[in-house]
């Protein structure tokens, strides 16, 4: 049964994009130096401030990444999915984690510490390539994040989350794209940094404008165009 679930593991992780570039070889390197763990919905993986130095590989399921303010309000910076990898930043500075990453839907991490993921890069240089891409990617997430809130309002920021949750979770039916993602009001509050209120007025309008509307607690996407022509117009 070992083998079958160490079989499994390393199938799904030559599926995932982020090691597109390693060869069998390598995928088997990552397998038996690194373990899977599990995870139920609302588990958290590791909390702000927490030190430990591992790499983190999402083989199945959906993380969020949350940072607390000294009020105590949670702000969700982005949600992961199978193929992402995280806890990265903390494996070059002696600082602990900026960042609590929660399980919100049934998850398998492979995950790695820092030694032997050191030895690894030492004999693979590719991996760091993958974790270089990892990090420049949250960086241009933070960057989006920064702009959405110094040059739209709350439409806006709203809108260009949608395109976001299209790109990364939507699929294809017929009325238009489902964002295969279930999420409260309050949860898209917290990654706009907007009010709850905000949220479910802007949310109604565009349902009302008919460039969007809820399915079985999904949002579909209907006009995409309609949609990005509403952000240039702001």
Not at 90 to 102: G, I, K, R
Not at 153 to 167: E, K, V
Request: glycine share 6%; with cysteine; hydrophobic share 40%.
């Amino acid at each position: 049964m070992a083998q079958n679930n160490s079989d499994s593991t390393q199938k799904c992780l030559r599926e995932l994009a982020v090691f597109a570039l390693l060869d069998d070889e390598e995928i088997e390197m990552i397998c038996q130096q690194g373990y899977v763990k599990k995870y139920r919905p609302g588990e958290i993986i590791f909390f702000e401030d927490d030190s430990d130095k591992n790499l983190y590989l999402l083989v199945e399921g959906r993380v969020k990444l949350t940072m607390l303010s000294s009020e105590g309000r949670e702000k969700v910076m982005t949600i992961l999915q199978a193929g992402d990898i995280f806890g990265e930043i903390s494996l070059f500075d002696n600082n602990p984690h900026p960042v609590t990453a929660e399980v919100t839907e049934r998850a398998r991490l492979m995950i790695l510490d820092w030694e032997k993921l050191e030895k690894m890069i030492m004999k693979q240089p590719r991996m760091a390539l993958k974790i270089i891409d990892a990090l420049s990617k949250k960086t241009r997430l933070l960057a989006s994040q920064v702009r959405e809130l110094v040059f739209h309002d709350a439409t806006g920021r709203l809108i260009n989350l949608l395109q976001r949750f299209a790109r990364d979770f939507g699929r294809p039916a017929e009325e238009g794209t489902v964002v295969d993602l279930i999420l409260t009001h309050q949860e898209i509050a917290d990654l706009l940094g907007a009010s709850r209120v905000t949220v479910t007025k802007t949310l109604n309008s565009l349902i009302d404008e008919g460039l969007i509307k809820m399915k079985d607690r999904k949002i579909v996407l209907l006009d995409e165009e309609r949609l990005a022509g509403l952000i240039e117009d702001i």
